[in-house]
């Protein structure tokens, strides 16, 4: 790898803005709902029956296809090739055909010349299902012993029998809560067709190549025939890595067969009820500590409503293991997490993919010890903290070795005055009859990959013009994140030009082949030094014409400020350039990264599943009601590990972003299905997200001063997508602390969300002694 020059840096390490910001500001940032339509472009809406589970005795589609405006009904016998949109196993059939699984599954689709007589066809439908009880609870699929995925677990040693031999031991029962992804744009494809039968997609997708690849194979054509391209998305959050793909299929199921183009757009309850949340689950454990709260050994159950089939619940679920120990040492283990098939839609990837799912389980842990002891939770926290030689193992066998806990944690216990509010906050209590308050510092330590070995690749395509202006291509997807801001910033820094000459594209299956989701935080691991890898290719070839044109050593050629230094003399980029092209030197390159260093045998159980690990901090104060569980929070303070931060602005938006995504997870956004599997909660009336109103009226955002990560990552960047979600954990430890404040030694029996009522409900429980 060429060695970058000691030039200062012109791009990397600035707080540079959103490439995307002015036109995010004005509205004008183009979506795919935005796209001009091609002439006679064709709508989609789809139809589905009122029941959760059974099969399909009759369907009756005739008033549908007479209705006005329509075109054409699709159903699963217009499929020409595989029926079936899994990112994973199969089970998840583009159109229903026997039977269906869940409420809102897809059984038809109208296709008409408009949207709203798409979707007023589609109302028209006649259906009858032999129905039967749906399995709706976690506990309704154990009952019938349903699963999606066999049972897995980590073990080490012998719990059960060191619990048992424990000082002191506790054991509890909880439930972490579901969430919607709610991305402003919602689920959306448009689909046009092309000269020889080619298709071309345009899809709001973190996933453009899997999209390419289920198109294809469901209209029995080659990948080749099939280009998918994405600008932007409204958000994501993980619900668009799987779950775009059945609507970017059903468009181009419209295309092939009426040979015009078409647009499939959900609406928003549609969208919320057809599409996979965030896994829900029961968590049962129990630990063995001694007086001073270290744990001698741990057993936990996660019992995970999955749905109706895999999608991608095996990753999910194993990362929720992966991170059941979060920032803690046990030093015996039984982590067993349970994939139980539910008749309600198949859950899927969401930010953290079940990271904070874990993490929410060890943090109720140190509470409940911290609780049964009379001890300051933080202390209890620091005490069972990875350390040095042989406390540095994780449940799962890979060395902790990057180890910054200490550290971080204890300067933000410094900076937060997290033991002087703790003393404020005792005496508040103590006079305060109905208001009470709580306060947590709660640490974070989270993998960075993705635990399927092949997915940690990425490509990239740089081309330099004549007039020294740069355009920069690669397999990741913007969603708000920044991710295209940072690759231009690398790629404008390796040039030495200013970040305006670098010119983002969209990301599109017919530049970049074969590229994995932007997911598991890695997009700019991977990307970025895709981008830059081909960037140094054409560097080399430019310092080598350079060389040989000025008959000079090329350790004398440097790059920066939009000019080249040969040996004495300096010339612009675009001179050098425009004398590459008249040389015939290539100008054109390709870069490719596979992440180093990383294995997992799921088998076996043995491995690096992970390059290295993020740290972070959150300290939050929160104030309750306890006569009506009313909750605001007062004050956070977050210190979080970047590495050495590509982008500064973007990153400590990412940071409050992720925060405040878990804050509503925990505290207000609560899914509710019926006895009958269905989702009552599919509408902003009835979801409720954080608003501005929600957020902390003292919120403190500071980047821990790092001297870069130790791994070869990017600029020693680290990454920031989704471990910010999981410092939502101290909210939800310091409403567990402020309800613990009404009878000390009594754990809270207290439930994620946190919402109002689930607040009053912990309440009363504590005053009535239950």
């Not at 920044?482 to 594209?505: C, H, M, P, R």
């Not at 006895?675 to 409720?688: C, E, F, I, N, V």
């Amino acid at each position: 790898m060429l060695k970058k020059a000691s030039s200062p840096a012109l791009n990397v390490g600035k707080a540079t803005k959103h490439d995307s910001a002015d036109r995010h500001v004005r509205g004008n940032a183009l979506y795919i709902d935005d796209i001009r339509e091609p002439r006679g472009t064709l709508h989609l809406a789809p139809g589905y029956a009122r029941e959760s589970c059974g099969k399909i005795k009759s369907l009756d589609l005739e008033v549908v296809r007479s209705a006005p405006g329509v075109v054409a009904v699709l159903t699963a016998a217009d499929i020409p090739g595989l029926n079936d949109c899994s990112p994973s196993f199969g089970g998840d059939p583009i159109l229903a055909d026997d039977r269906i699984e869940f409420h809102g599954q897809v059984i038809f689709a109208v296709v008409a010349q408009s949207h709203i007589e798409a979707r007023k066809a589609a109302k028209l439908a006649r259906i009858e299902i032999v129905a039967e009880t749906p399995m709706v609870t976690a506990e309704d699929g154990m009952a019938r012993d349903a699963s999606v995925l066999p049972t897995y677990e980590f073990n080490r040693g012998t719990p059960a029998e060191t619990i048992k031999a424990s000082p002191l031991s506790i054991s509890d029962s909880f439930r972490i809560g579901g969430q919607e992804h709610f991305y402003l744009e919602g689920q959306v494809s448009l689909a046009i067709p092309q000269d020889q039968g080619e298709i071309l997609v345009h899809t709001s997708t973190q996933h453009p190549t899997e999209i390419q690849h289920l198109i294809a194979k469901m209209l029995k054509i080659r990948d080749a025939a099939v280009v998918c391209e994405c600008r932007r998305m409204g958000g994501a959050f993980g619900g668009k890595e799987s779950q775009a793909a059945q609507w970017a299929c059903l468009a181009a199921l419209a295309t092939h067969i009426t040979g015009r183009p078409a647009k499939m757009r959900l609406d928003r309850d549609d969208d919320m009820i057809m599409t996979g949340k965030r896994h829900d689950f029961r968590c049962d454990w129990q630990a063995g500590f001694d007086e001073k709260g270290k744990i001698s050994a741990v057993e936990v159950d996660f019992l995970a409503r999955c749905g109706c089939s895999a999608d991608l619940s095996l990753g999910v679920n194993d990362r929720t293991m992966f991170h059941a120990d979060n920032s803690y040492y046990y030093p015996e283990n039984r982590i067993t997490s349970h994939r139980i098939k539910t008749n309600t839609v198949s859950n899927t990837a969401f930010r953290g993919f079940g990271g904070p799912q874990g993490m929410v389980f060890s943090e109720r842990m140190m509470d409940a010890i911290a609780i049964k002891l009379g001890l300051d939770p933080l202390d209890v926290r620091r005490t069972n903290f990875y350390g040095g030689s042989g406390r540095d193992i994780t449940p799962f066998g890979m060395k902790v070795e990057d180890n910054i806990l200490e550290e971080l944690v204890g300067e933000l216990e410094q900076t937060s005055d997290y033991r002087k509010r703790r003393q404020e906050i005792a005496a508040f209590n103590a006079k305060s009859p109905f208001l009470k308050k709580g306060l947590a510092l709660n640490p974070l330590k989270f993998g960075i990959s993705f635990t399927l070995k092949h997915l940690n690749q990425a490509g990239a395509l740089v081309h330099v013009y004549t007039d020294g202006s740069v355009q920069v291509n690669h397999g990741g997807t913007e969603m708000g994140q920044g991710l295209y801001t940072k690759v231009a910033q690398v790629v404008a820094e390796e040039f030495g030009i200013d970040l305006e000459n670098v010119q983002i594209t969209a990301t599109t299956t017919d530049k970049v082949p074969n590229t994995a989701p932007t997911a598991a935080s890695s997009g700019t691991d991977l990307n970025g030094m895709a981008a830059k890898l081909a960037a140094e290719t054409i560097k080399i070839r430019l310092i080598d014409l350079a060389a040989r044109l000025y008959q000079i050593e090329k350790s004398a050629v440097s790059f920066a400020n939009n000019h080249v230094q040969i040996g004495q003399q300096k010339i612009t980029f675009a001179e050098l350039t425009q004398q590459a092209f008249l040389q015939r030197v290539s100008l054109s390159s390709t870069g490719y990264y596979a992440t180093p260093n990383i294995t997992w045998d799921r088998d076996s159980k043995s491995g690096r599943p992970f390059l290295y690990f993020a740290y972070g901090a959150a300290c939050a104060e929160v104030t309750i009601d306890t006569s009506t569980g009313e909750m605001v929070i007062d004050r956070v303070d977050i210190l979080h590990d970047v590495g050495k931060s590509l982008n500064p602005a973007l990153d400590i938006g990412q940071i409050e972003g992720g925060f405040v995504q878990g804050m509503g997870w925990l505290t207000t956004e609560e899914l509710v299905y019926d006895d009958q599997g269905r989702l009552r909660t599919h509408a902003p009336s009835t979801y409720k997200i954080p608003t501005a109103s929600d957020l902390p009226e003292d919120f403190r955002v500071k980047l821990w001063d790092s001297p870069g990560n130790r791994e070869d990552t990017i600029y020693r960047s680290k990454a920031v997508g989704e471990p910010p979600v999981m410092l939502a954990t101290a909210v939800f430890s310091a409403i567990t602390n402020a309800i613990a404040s009404l009878k000390p030694g009594v754990l809270p029996q207290l439930s994620t969300p946190a919402t109002p009522e689930n607040i009053l409900a912990a309440v009363k429980l504590m005053k009535s002694g239950d």
